[in-house]
């Protein structure tokens, strides 16, 4: 099939939560038709559709993939992409209309909510290669690989990040989510026999929380850079009550480095070998719990369509 390269390929992921779904799309497809742009659209359709929808688009040469969705719906169609038979992956452009509970990756870029801004950014079409981190395990029957753009989370950042995501559900509003958050994790205080392997250094012992970011992972790896080809690893071992407070303040106000419970690291690759009980998730998606993990970065391993 061969597609004009100018064509958009639209995938739209409804919001989570929300009963205004297809008032929301008819919003945004009114807008992009008075702008006279060629597109195609689908609409997803339920968890792992739209990693189906990016990866049949890919197949058939659209150059543009649009999603209009949150941070889950970004990874499911860089996933599509990435396990997609594209001859030239870098070369597909990734448009990002943010429509999600969770916008972490949108929020980096300075990508708006406002539809109109966002699709005028897209139209206007000034890319910027970015990396990809990739995740490899073996679960248990075959060898698996999944695709990520802001972080993976072993540990507590892994229910912090599902918490916030089911509390922004109810109430849309981030800081009293973290609030949220920080109640119910007094109650799961846990630490996890780990060991990691981090630039020929092992860390063994009692870990609270592992974050592994190409970007700024929810805030626990504030400084990563999508598109220098490294990560950023931040390890919070055994902080006190009060620790653990101060900590998540700090995390809202992106100085989680200075705690002086976390240690951070600026590697190509990590290994995880155990993490006794840890949950685990990419972008905020679960991954099943088999170890070793090993997380590495792909530079430059697809395009970004960022604003002006």
Not at 34 to 44: C, E, G, L, M, W
Not at 132 to 158: D, M, P, T, W
């Amino acid at each position: 099939m061969s597609v004009d390269p100018g064509k958009w390929g639209v995938i739209y992921n409804p919001r989570a939560g929300t009963r205004k779904a297809q008032k929301r799309w008819k919003e945004i497809k009114e807008y992009i038709d008075s702008k006279q742009v060629a597109y195609d659209y689908i609409q997803s359709e339920g968890f792992g559709s739209v990693e189906r929808i990016a990866g049949m688009f890919a197949n058939n040469g659209y150059k543009t993939i649009v999603v209009v969705g949150g941070d889950g719906a970004l990874n499911d169609a860089i996933n599509g992409i990435m396990a997609s038979d594209a001859p030239e992956k870098s070369s597909i452009a990734i448009g990002l209309i943010p429509n999600g509970i969770g916008n972490d990756f949108a929020d980096y870029w300075g990508l708006t909510l406002d539809y109109k801004v966002a699709v005028d950014w897209i139209i206007n079409n000034r890319k910027k290669k970015i990396d990809v981190g990739v995740c490899s395990y073996y679960n248990g029957k075959s060898h698996e690989k999944r695709y990520f753009l802001n972080a993976v989370n072993i540990g507590l950042g892994a229910r912090i990040v599902s918490i916030t995501d089911q509390t922004k559900r109810f109430w849309g509003v981030k800081f009293l989510s973290y609030v949220a958050a920080l109640f119910l994790l007094f109650f799961e205080r846990k630490l996890y026999r780990s060991h990691l392997k981090i630039n020929d250094e092992h860390i063994r012992g009692r870990i609270m929380t592992v974050c592994v970011g190409s970007a700024k992972g929810y805030g626990q790896t504030p400084s990563a850079v999508p598109y220098n080809g490294w990560l950023d690893v931040s390890v919070i071992h055994r902080p006190e009550l009060l620790q653990l407070v101060w900590g998540l303040w700090m995390l809202i106000e992106g100085r989680i480095l200075n705690h002086k419970m976390v240690k951070s690291y600026r590697t190509k690759k990590v290994r995880v070998l155990r993490a006794k009980n840890a949950s685990v998730d990419l972008d905020g998606r679960l991954l099943p719990k088999h170890f070793p993990i090993d997380i590495g970065i792909i530079p430059e391993a697809i395009t970004l369509i960022i604003p002006n």
